[in-house]
């Protein structure tokens, strides 16, 4: 049994991947021999035509292993670049290194293109058999989903052209956003009048201060920061959404959504379906945020509000306390689960220290080569931070579980990535909530809780619509700062239900995830994610210790079956049809329930 080693250093190591930062001369190495091996793949399946014979198919396996070779030292490189921008927003090497992985990923796609074609037209006798070989039945699925999204799309020319224009294209318009994300500061009075210049990880975590005083300021400050670089924010997003629809177009694509649901694995009736379950749940959710306005003497919250701490869960946790509560509570569901979290802060795998210079947000990335994590966050001693951590640490241990799968079966989809993060969330709060001390701190707790359901139904309900109405304004032109803040404004006001005082109509700007490349639509999965947790949840809560293997099973499974089918095996139910939905939206009441009727 694994245990945390206290006291625990909160910044991350990175020379054990590669020594060196940004200056890493074997990370230099590691790239030219990519770039490389990436060219002698390549050149290989140039002279390639689709398999005539099962014969045939032999010839392929050797690029499909190098496929898969390259795919994850890919993922490594972008994983480490990455962590290297996060921790230095003003690392220029850093970001030189990101354009470059950018430039091979694109490589690597251009070569995926042309195998993908080979797959394409294949005769489907063949590609039975194929499919059908020992060797390669194991990655069945990913190839056949391959093949089928070929046959989606434009011929290998221009996809690769595509490709290639993306780099400096849409990808740089995505690394732009980044550029402007560093030079936001956000203005903070001190108690001797100084001013100091917060970043906008710092500033983030201020914005759900227990001291309503210090909120508001942050959030006017805050406003104000992101109206200033808002016109360079808008016209970046203008262009990610003209590349993609422009593309699109090409494709024969008329549904915004066509790419998003596919890279998610899943239906537009399932989709539909979880939205309509959540409006129609959406009045107790009115009613808890009522309450919480007159809980703290206010007849409205405004959107400073929604994330404030109530009760005495508001008091400060260090980040040694944090790390021993969440492997403990962790430890009561999955003896596994703990013992990998507790060798992530042993191992250093987490940044989490609260200094200027970093990235706003959290992540964690995974480093598939070195057969290891690495989780990002700036821990600021909330119960919301202890929050992040644990839903970090929940998708760490998910990568953990596909390490010696084969690397095509490691890419499972946002959605169900969140399902794990969100999983480990639940088993902290209800931990917590149990464990309480008081009734006011319960009431903390569970407001807590509550507070999540809130993101996920409202707050990325409010992404996702603003999104939608974007994309299908955007056809007809660009649309300015002005006309984004209110469309935003409309789409907050909408999933709010218009329970709010006040809203956030700089939030398009100041939210990364709009400006997410490699993902379109980054909002629905999370609420998906949530949701087919909390169903997951529940069913662990009737079944017991022995669900544990079950829930590691279902998520091995993620990289390799639709969401439908993997509900079916693993769960035995339907998520076209409401009644999963349901059910996990009655846990996610009961809390607010719970809530009311400590506060009545």
């Known amino acids: 049994m694994r245990q945390v080693h206290v006291p625990i250093t909160p910044t991350w190591e990175l020379d054990s991947i590669f020594p060196g930062g940004s200056t890493s001369n074997e990370f230099q190495s590691f790239l030219k021999k990519l770039d490389e091996d990436i060219a002698k793949i390549h050149s290989s399946i140039k002279e390639k035509s689709a398999p005539q014979s099962l014969k045939d198919t032999a010839t392929f396996d050797e690029i499909i292993a190098g496929l898969q070779s390259a795919k994850s030292r890919i993922s490594e490189a972008n994983s480490f670049v990455s962590c290297l921008g996060a921790q230095n927003q003003h690392d220029k090497k850093a970001v030189?290194?990101?354009?470059?992985?950018?430039?091979?990923?694109?490589?690597?796609?251009?070569?995926?293109?042309?195998?993908?074609?080979?797959?394409?037209?294949?005769?489907?006798?063949?590609?039975?058999?194929?499919?059908?070989?020992e060797e390669i039945s194991p990655i069945s699925f990913v190839l056949s989903e391959m093949r089928n999204d070929a046959r989606e799309k434009l011929s290998p020319e221009l996809e690769s052209l595509a490709s290639d224009l993306a780099v400096d294209?849409?990808?740089?318009?995505?690394?732009?956003?980044?550029?402007?994300?560093?030079?936001?500061?956000?203005?903070?009075?001190?108690?001797?009048?100084?001013?100091?210049?917060?970043?906008?990880?710092?500033?983030?975590?201020?914005?759900?201060?227990?001291?309503?005083?210090?909120r508001e300021e942050t959030f006017?400050?805050?406003?104000?920061?992101?109206?200033?670089?808002?016109?360079?924010?808008?016209?970046?997003?203008?262009?990610?959404?003209?590349?993609?629809?422009?593309?699109?177009?090409?494709?024969?694509?008329?549904?915004?959504?066509k790419e998003p649901l596919a890279i998610n694995r899943m239906s537009h009736e399932t989709l539909d379906t979880m939205w309509k379950v959540i409006e129609e749940s959406k009045p107790v959710f009115v009613t808890y945020l009522e309450r919480k306005a007159k809980l703290l003497g206010l007849e409205r919250l405004n959107w400073c509000d929604v994330d404030s701490p109530l009760g005495e869960a508001t008091g400060k946790i260090t980040y040694d306390q944090?790390?021993?509560?969440?492997?403990?509570?962790?430890?009561?569901?999955?003896?596994?689960?703990a013992d990998f979290s507790a060798e992530a802060f042993n191992k250093r795998w987490i940044e989490a220290e609260d200094r200027p210079g970093k990235r706003p947000g959290g992540f964690c990335t995974s480093l598939p080569n070195s057969k290891q994590t690495r989780v990002f966050m700036t821990f600021g001693g909330t119960v919301s931070n202890l929050s992040t951590l644990a839903h970090e640490l929940g998708h760490a241990y998910h990568q953990y579980l596909m390490e010696e799968l084969p690397v095509f079966n490691q890419d499972y989809?946002?959605?169900?990535?969140?399902?794990?993060?969100?999983?480990?969330?639940?088993?902290?709060?209800?931990?917590?909530?149990?464990?309480?001390?008081?009734?006011?701190?319960?009431?903390?707790?569970?407001?807590?809780?509550?507070?999540?359901?809130?993101?996920?139904?409202?707050?990325?309900?409010?992404r996702f619509l603003f999104e939608t109405s974007f994309y299908e304004?955007?056809?007809?032109?660009?649309?300015?700062?002005?006309?984004?803040?209110?469309?935003?404004?409309?789409?907050?006001?909408?999933?709010?239900?218009?329970?709010?005082?006040?809203?956030?109509?700089?939030?398009?700007?100041?939210?990364?995830?709009?400006?997410?490349?490699?993902?379109?639509?980054?909002?629905?999965?999370?609420?998906?994610?949530?949701?087919?947790?909390?169903?997951?949840?529940?069913?662990?809560?009737?079944?017991?210790?022995?669900?544990?293997?079950?829930?590691?099973?279902?998520?091995?499974?993620?990289?390799?079956?639709?969401?439908?089918?993997?509900?079916?095996?693993?769960?035995?139910?339907?998520?076209?049809?409401?009644?999963?939905?349901?059910?996990?939206?009655?846990?996610?009441?009961?809390?607010?329930e719970a809530f009311l009727e400590l506060t009545k």
């Open 413 to 462: 989809a946002m959605n169900v990535a969140e399902t794990a993060s969100t999983f480990a969330e639940m088993i902290v709060a209800d931990a917590l909530v149990k464990n309480a001390n008081s009734k006011e701190e319960k009431i903390g707790l569970l407001a807590d809780k509550a507070q999540r359901s809130i993101a996920f139904f409202m707050n990325i309900h409010a």
């Open 169 to 214: 294209g849409y990808h740089g318009w995505g690394q732009h956003y980044d550029t402007i994300v560093a030079k936001v500061g956000v203005p903070k009075t001190e108690e001797n009048g100084e001013i100091t210049m917060l970043s906008v990880g710092q500033a983030a975590n201020k914005l759900d201060d227990p001291d309503r005083a210090v």
């Open 322 to 337: 944090a790390a021993q509560d969440i492997v403990e509570q962790f430890r009561s569901f999955s003896p596994k689960l």
């Open 96 to 133: 030189q290194l990101s354009g470059k992985v950018t430039a091979q990923n694109a490589q690597l796609q251009n070569v995926m293109t042309l195998f993908q074609n080979i797959l394409r037209t294949t005769e489907n006798e063949v590609w039975d058999a194929w499919m059908s070989r």
């Open 473 to 592: 304004k955007r056809k007809q032109g660009t649309l300015d700062a002005t006309e984004l803040s209110a469309l935003m404004e409309q789409a907050q006001k909408e999933a709010f239900c218009e329970a709010l005082g006040s809203y956030h109509p700089n939030f398009w700007a100041s939210k990364l995830h709009f400006y997410i490349t490699e993902v379109p639509f980054y909002n629905f999965p999370y609420t998906f994610g949530y949701m087919f947790s909390t169903g997951i949840y529940a069913q662990a809560q009737r079944e017991g210790a022995a669900f544990a293997a079950k829930y590691d099973a279902l998520l091995q499974d993620t990289g390799i079956m639709t969401v439908e089918e993997l509900a079916a095996k693993h769960l035995g139910v339907d998520l076209k049809k409401p009644d999963f939905w349901r059910e996990a939206m009655s846990l996610a009441i009961a809390d607010v």
């Open 220 to 257: 006017e400050e805050w406003e104000r920061a992101w109206g200033q670089v808002a016109d360079y924010a808008a016209d970046t997003l203008n262009r990610l959404a003209g590349f993609r629809l422009k593309l699109y177009e090409r494709r024969g694509w008329d549904d915004i959504l």
